[in-house]
């Protein structure tokens, strides 16, 4: 790949002309971009060495040298030693190498000379060294070449396409010589110049262009070819070229993209003055990344037609990621008007095309008068009267106003009739009333305004005098004269209308206005006909039609006139001569048919007057007149307006006029005008404006008539007379005609226009000033009329895509107004089309030149296609001056559609979102799918459901908890669409959203019938809170001697645990984080739960309190959690808000808080889902007394549990007990229980002194007499004593009566300590109330604490399998046991362990076995834990404790006690004297002093410890510094001083053992299926408790290893050393001489190992030779009559008793002795006949037990009775051992039964085991004698073995019911059990889910007995299978093993294995392998089974 080391910096884009661009034409040698380059040397410093790095040889000749200098400067202000190296080459020399001192500012030369022989480049260098380095000045000489440097990659700015990028690079020439380029690249690239020579050492400029046609990423290769070799050199350019997209908004709004004539983008100029023009800007936006050009367009417009909105502003660029404005300006030309236009904003290759619409709307201004008639009253001739009226402009557009009257000639005079209103102003106007004659006045005056149409004034009044007085002109019948000229009476005279009213010919209405009488309206019509109403009030006229048809300047009015005159404009021209000025004719119509009076009201001495002034026209006649023009100057302008009055001459006198005919008078006007300009003057130059001299007329239709206002403004000092020549066009009509300008006035003209023509049409109208047609004006008109013009859009098709049936396919129609006005549209579709088909609005109006875009719905029914053909009708606009709205015009649209079917899915119909945190969200994504061709608008419908623990009608109320981010949407064909939705559960519950989906429409001609839709998707999630639990809690320190159970109850921690489980409420979640919030010390909590942390009591200076807490995090959540103290939520104040005083509790918590007397570490942490993380919580008993101090526990999300802090300090040497509770419950009690339970209520020592404790028991007597002096509360032991931190167990029997609560008050008093008042409370039930709901009797149910530790503590070397147990429910006299395991966790250390107890309580009724031990690293122990309930039912809850020794400390302390005693002892004979001390001022010595207490003698100091800075610190206690912990802890040792070791601190382990005992009576009616698992010692029924326990006394140790920590062997002196040698020495060497120990050995060696070796005896191993040795005998005699014995239908076995063992019990430490006879000489061999299906199963059980009486006899030593005899002489008969054989057919269960059944026969109480074994004995020895005798006897053979027959079952029953041997037998099986369970743990044997046959090897040393037959053995498997417990817990008790396990079945399978070795392995199916290290205290009994496979071998001790 390329790579360019030329940077190159690129010249910022400019703005890009549209113009094509044009390549240089640049000529190759004179260019101005090739600059001259100045090739100065570069200079480098090296620390201070100045240098150039080069020096080279430029113009050189072959041979001939060349020297050169090397130049080093010294820059720095020290003095500098320089070495150099001369060059390698020969070609380069220089000096001889020297050393070369530069001072501060010197340099030195180097000369170089360099001489070539060769035409080639050399190169080479020197080197200089100084003690900061070495550099190089490189040497070079070069050969003249072309070489041109270009850079290797060039990168162009990104370019938009069809834009132009550029940049620059320089072309350097690195030569001497002249060189011709020439550069080569693809498009679209271009290099300007591409060509051109370079001088020597010169750069050239070069530009690159990039004009791209297509976005992509351009890589090309440019190509550089220079020289006369055209040698090439390579350029990479990289450019990237893309599409920019311009969209277009108004100023501050939003960009839209649509490229429609719509109205998305739209720039509204709202309301804009006529004759205003209003700016404003529209914006382009460039999102690209690059620059990019543009152009404006606008929509064409007739040629004539200039644009209402100008944009001056066509083309220019834009920036990249920038916006540019372009200003609009609109002005308007027809006010009411809405101008609509389009500018259409492209790019270069019309890439993009966006549209903007630009609205606006003209208005013009709103004047009115405030009084519309102005009436002067009755004024006397020769007055004036002046009136004051407004005009006033409510619109902010100003306007130009014009009364159209000539005040100088009229009797009204306006003292302002032509003036400018400015918007939103108002102006006063004057108007004086100055009449000439007596009579009545009225003159309707029009007020003219520019931009609008005119308004009137009404003046009116009456001049009367002395001679005439006229009838008053009121306002009122003004209103009258145009009601009764609508009805056509004002042409009657008033006196004919009185007539006519008083004959009854006219009728008065009630508003005084005058009407026909029906008679005389229709004369021809019958009476009953009805005639046609009279016309109604006078009809409201346009003022605009009012002014132009008038009448009386016009030919067209809409009411004939009374009076008219022949000419309204008369012109005298050019008046040269004054005296020869000719009057022109004026002729006046009368057309009432009453007489009527002419007064012209010209003012004396005016110019113009009329004659006669005053004359009568009759009726229907005319009369003429002349006016009279008389000049008084010369070259002057004249004008004026002639003004005269006609009325009924009836009316000039008020008694002849009634007021319901009173007619007002009519007024004529004349304007005349004249000038005197003389031929050789010139006329007035007229200096004047005119708003515009071509006006397009507004757009109307062919009966449409255009009205509009011209402005002629006079700006000249004189007046402008004007005439206006329309050259006889008719369409086009103005006024006024003629008239005159005053100076500085306007002239306000109103054109007229009616075209006729479809085409513009031009009027002129030439306006003609100062009457020369020097000063003529042409005003040009253009008119036409508009016919409706409408375009569709598509050419008139409209396609809908494929639609799903039901619902509807929306698309917008644009139609276009071509025209110039506005138009009406409307369509029209059929009937059937109407169906499916509809457009809104299918009726409106529609803008000129504007684009409507219209909504089309399509909504098929069937699946079909569809053809339709709507019609649209267009045509114009009625108007005020259009009474007709035209032609119309039809338009047709072909529409065309298809209906199809549809169906929406969701892609995934389930999603579970988990758990989430309440109060967080979870999103995700619903994805549905359309897989037909039809797009589909549909609507999603979530339901919720709640479930969990929760109130059904509360969470219905909740609020949706799923939120869409739209329910509604549309998907395209084959399409996906997916849905974010928002999940915010509240509550702590599954929540369930059903989704549905359902197709909607907004049309829909049938209803939906599915209203809840079709099921999508279902989403469920589980809101929770972060919640954590207390799964363990250890004690170290002052508490290590609590047990869990009691750290479980002072944390609180069931309660805690409870409430950490349950939902935070409101004011919780106030804070969700922690957060300092309060101002105050003791900042308010919003929690309403409260939990004490009680850290217990102990003395002062002790040990610190430490608790373990494991937190787990159980759910999914993550938990963010923290400990606050009250300073964790106080805010930091400022010194200033502090207030400085402080209440007791501030100040006791800063007292804690300062001392850190609570501690928790670490105080905040993060717990992930299933986390754990142990809390260490310190107490410090520094100061005495009790501390609190609210903790605050915060789950961030989550709860908050106010933790109060609680710790005790006792000081020394006082008594205190720690009460746990002061309100103790009892465990509710049965009140049908006859002995109800002993309870237990604990009493803590926890100071350093003992306790003698007393209970008053004066309470129990008042209740006991409250209840039929029944013992409802008893205490067993209400005194006694307790040593330090032990545990006091108060007994306490509750008896309730009643099903009742009871309590008492109980006052305990502490000798010399404090006493307190504890409450007991108890609860008796009935459970015949309660039924199965009283699960009073589960003890375990009461006890909190968990039983596997889980929490790890330091240091911790061994852990217990289970450290709480629990018995359950248990009958008395009963023993159950329990194993746990014991492992050493440690890799290197051997540790020992020791068990004890702190109670004589507790050593009554537990046992541990072994007591103490040692483990191995990595090894582990088993302990038996047995609990021995006694006769009184009781609740147990007891603590056992571990010691735990680590052997090395151990030994280290042991060796360093005994350093420190041999020291001590040398220190007591050694001692030293000196000389010091015999002067007499020398100090005395300090005597060496070792083992005392230095405390005394020496000051201890204190660890230094870091103060801490805080705001406040309260001042500590007054005491030594050794009377803390800290201080004891940190002390220093004096130097010379040796203390004594201190012993090792065990480690302590608790046990709990649960239980409650019960009656035998209440256990068989409450728990009868258990009754079978139990086994009742018989021992223990008579056996005494230990009535004086001691509550607080030391423990009971089992075992001898009575020294804690100190190993005998190691603390032995050595006389005992050697003493114990010599004994060990002497026993071994007698044994080694033993001739009998050494043939034992032999034969032990050869002999089999048993299985249970622990049952082996030296006795049963005599006794089983002996037996042997019977059975050969017997077997051969046997033998010998076997042939001759057909007789016998039995076969015989033999069998070999054995002795019966001695039992001993080891846990009560008595020997129960059976003495039974042996005989040693005789050897009884006893054949029994028996039948094979009645007695084989006895035979065997004979067979088994023979061999167990070889091990079993190890064990019997004494007998009940204490008699004991000698070993040798004790055998058992044959009797005996068929009693032993018989125990396996019988149940154990049922002997004990039957022993329970008949405990009274005097036989078993008086006689012995001892003597009945005995006459057994004597018996047999009898028998035997005489079957020696008569053995040949067969008859005799068989009577005899009936009879031993009976017998040994007789005797097997007696020795059965005896407790001894079902003690020993339990003892027997539970060893098994317990031997099974170990090698289980060990991984010796794997314990199976299905039960095994033991398939025994084939028994070799019996060789007379027959072996089982087949029957036998499938026998003996089905009692094996039939033996098989339930699937129930198995516990190794004494009574569970005799109920549920055959004794038969057991013993088949293992006792008569115990002389070979047994083969333990797994099953090969159903296997469930155990745990090197299992919790092994339980294990089902279905799962025990032992299989036998060959091949495996294990050996068991």
Known sequence: MLTSTYSMKSVPFQDVSLKAYTKWNVHNLVNPGITRRKNKPIKANFFGIEFFEHLEWMNWELGIASTKHVILKNVQFKTQKLKFRSPSTAFFSTLFPKLVVL?????????????????????????????????????????????????????????????????????????????????????????????????????????VLFQPQIPKVFDAIATCKFGDDDRVKYMRLQAIAKYPHLLVSGLGEQSQTSKQEDTQSVLNFGHVAIGSAVEKYMEIHNYALVNTSFRIMQCEHPALLQPEFICEVREGSIQASSRFQVPITFMPQTVGAQSVDYFYVTRPGNSSRTVLKVVGTCKGPVVALADLKLSFGRVLLGETVTYTTEISNTSDVPTIYQFEIDCSQSVFMIDQPCGVLEGESTQKLKVTFRPSHSINYYRRVACLIHHQDPLFLDLIGTCYSNQMVPAILKPKHIELYRTNTLR????????????????????????????????????????????????????????????????????????????????????????????????????????????????????PGSTFTVLPQIIDIPPLKSMAFRVHFAPEKNNMLYGAELECFSYYKVLRDHRLVDDNTFCPPWCLTVNVQGHTFQPELEHFIPKYTLDSAEVVLPAVNEKGIIYKTLLLKNIGNLPIMFSMNTQHDTAIKIKPAVGFVFPQACQIFTVRGAPKNESLTKHSLLLRLNASERYEQ???????????????????????????????????????????????????????????????????????????????????????????????????????????????TRLILRVIGEGTEGRIMAEKTHIDLGEILIGDIKSDDLVLVNNEACSLNFELNVKQEITGLCDPDVVVKDPMAFVLKSHHGTIPARSKVNFRFTVRPVRRLRYTWTITSKIISAQVLEPDESEEGNHACCVTAYGVYPMI??????????????????????????????????????????????????????????????????????????????????????????????????????????????????????????????????????KSGCLSPGQRETIQLTYRHEYTGTDRIPVLLKLSHGREILLNFIGITVPKDRPYIHFLVTHHTFAPVCISTSNPPKQIYELYNGGSARVIYDIQLDSLKEVQEQNYNHSIFKCLNPRGEIKPGMTAYIEWIFSPLEARSYSVNIPIHILCGDSALVTFTGIGYDTRVLGNSASFNDPSSYFGAPAVQRAPVLGQLMFLSEERISFRNVPVFTKSSRMIFLYNVSETEVISYKWYSTSAHISEVLNVCPVRGVLHPGESAHCIVTLRSHKTPCFYDLDLICEVYCKRQVTQYQKELQEWEKEKGRQKVEFTITEWGLQPNQPPVRQRQCCKELQEHHKMTLKDVAPKIMKYKTLPPIKEPMETWEGQHNRKTVAGMWLKPMPVKPFLLHLGVTARSHSMEEYHKSFPHDVPKHYIMRSLISEPLSANSEPGCSGKIWGKWEDNSVDPLLSASNENMRLVTDILTTVLRCLQEDVHFQRVLAEGTTEPIPYYRQFWSEEGEELAMKSKELANIEDMETAQHHESDHIQAKETKNVVLPTVPAIKDTSHGQELDIILPKETDTDLTLT???????????????????????????????????????????????????????????????????????????????????????????????????????????????????????????????????????????????????????????????????????????????????SLSIQEASQSKEELDQSSPTPQDLEISSSEKNSDMDVSSSQFSTLDKQRRPMNMTAATQDETPIDKKPNINKINKQNVSISTVSGTSTRTS
């Open 1029 to 1162: 639990s207390i799964s363990d809690a250890r004690c170290l320190g002052s508490i290590s001697g609590i047990s869990k159970q009691q750290l479980w109850r002072l944390f609180s921690l069931d309660t805690l645990n409870e409430y950490l489980q349950r939902d935070p409420t409101e004011g919780e979640l106030l804070y969700r984080v922690p957060t300092r919030h309060s101002t105050n010390r003791c900042p308010s909590v919003s929690t309403p739960v409260m939990v004490d942390f009680n850290f217990g009591a102990a003395p002062i200076c002790s040990d610190p309190s430490i608790v373990l807490l494991m937190m787990e995090n159980k759910e999914v959540t993550p938990v963010n959690w923290a400990f606050l103290f009250p300073k964790d939520q106080q805010l930091n104040l400022e010194y200033w808000a502090e207030t400085g005083e402080f209440d007791p509790i501030e100040m006791h918590e800063m007292r804690i808080d300062d001392n850190r007397l609570f501690m928790v570490e670490p």
């Open 1728 to 1906: 029994v006949t028996v039948n094979e299906g009645e007695h084989s199963q006895e035979a065997d059980s004979i067979q088994r037990l023979e061999t167990e009486g070889e091990d079993v006899s190890s064990l019997v030593e004494s007998s009940n009775e204490g008699q004991s005899q000698e070993p040798e002489t004790s055998q058992l008969t044959d009797v005996e051992e068929e009693l032993t054989s018989n125990l396996q057919s019988v149940d154990v269960g049922q002997g004990q039964e039957a022993d329970d059944a008949q405990p009274t026969e005097s036989e078993e109480e008086t006689t012995s085991i001892v003597s009945a074994t005995a006459d057994v004995s004597q018996s047999l020895d009898v028998v035997g004698t005489d079957t020696e005798e008569e053995w040949q006897s067969e008859e005799v053979q068989a009577s005899l073995s009936a009879v031993r027959l009976e017998e040994q079952l007789a005797r097997r029953r007696h020795l059965k019911r005896h407790p001894e041997f079902c003690d020993l037998l339990e003892s027997i099986l539970e060893n098994t059990l317990q031997n099974i369970l170990i090698e289980a743990s060990r991984g010796e044997v794997v314990l199976t889910a299905r039960p095994r046959v033991v398939s025994l090897p084939p028994v070799t040393s019996r060789s007379t007995f027959e």
């Open 103 to 207: 001072s501060a500012g010197t340099s030195f030369s180097l000369p170089v000379t360099f001489c070539g022989l060769e035409k080639k480049d050399y190169e080479d260098r020197i080197v200089f060294e100084s003690k900061d380095g070495s550099f190089v000045v490189r040497l070079r000489a070069s050969v003249p070449s072309y070489d041109l440097q270009i850079p290797e990659m060039l990168c162009l700015p990104v370019c938009g396409v069809f834009e132009t990028s550029e940049t620059i690079f320089y072309l350097c020439n690195n030569s001497q010589l002249p060189t011709r380029f020439r550069l080569e690249v693809p498009s679209p690239f271009f290099l300007v110049p591409a060509s051109g020579i370079l001088p020597p050492w010169d750069d050239y400029k070069i530009k």
């Open 488 to 603: 056509g009476l004002t042409f009657y005279p008033p006196d004919i209308l009185n007539m006519m009213l008083q004959e009854g010919k006219l009728q008065l209405e009630d508003d005084g206005s005058l009407t026909l009488a029906p008679l005389y309206c229709c004369p021809e019509k019958n009476i009953n006909e009805e005639c046609p109403k009279s016309p109604g009030l006078f009809p409201s006229i346009p003022s605009i039609i009012e002014y132009f048809d008038d009448g009386i300047q016009s030919d067209v009015t809409m009411f004939p006139p009374h009076v008219s005159v022949s000419e309204r404009e008369l012109d005298f021209g050019n008046c040269r001569v004054r005296d020869q000025i000719v009057p022109l004719p004026l002729t006046v119509m009368n057309h009432t048919k009453g007489k009527v009076t002419i007064i012209w009201t010209s003012i």
């Open 778 to 888: 042409e005003i040009r008109l253009y008119s036409n009329v508009e016919i409706p013009r409408l375009a569709l859009d598509e050419d008139g098709y409209l396609y809908f895509k494929p639609t799903c049936i039901g619902t509807i396919s929306e698309r917008f129609y644009y139609i276009k107004n071509l025209s110039r006005m506005p138009l009406y549209f409307q369509w029209k579709v059929s009937a059937s089309g109407s169906r499916v088909l509809s457009v809104k609005p299918n009726f409106g109006i529609i803008q000129a030149y504007e684009s409507l875009s219209q909504t089309w719905s399509f909504y098929p029914q069937a699946k079909q296609k569809y053809f339709l053909k709507p019609h649209l009708f267009v045509w114009g606009m009625k108007g005020p001056y259009c009474p007709d709205s035209g032609k119309k």
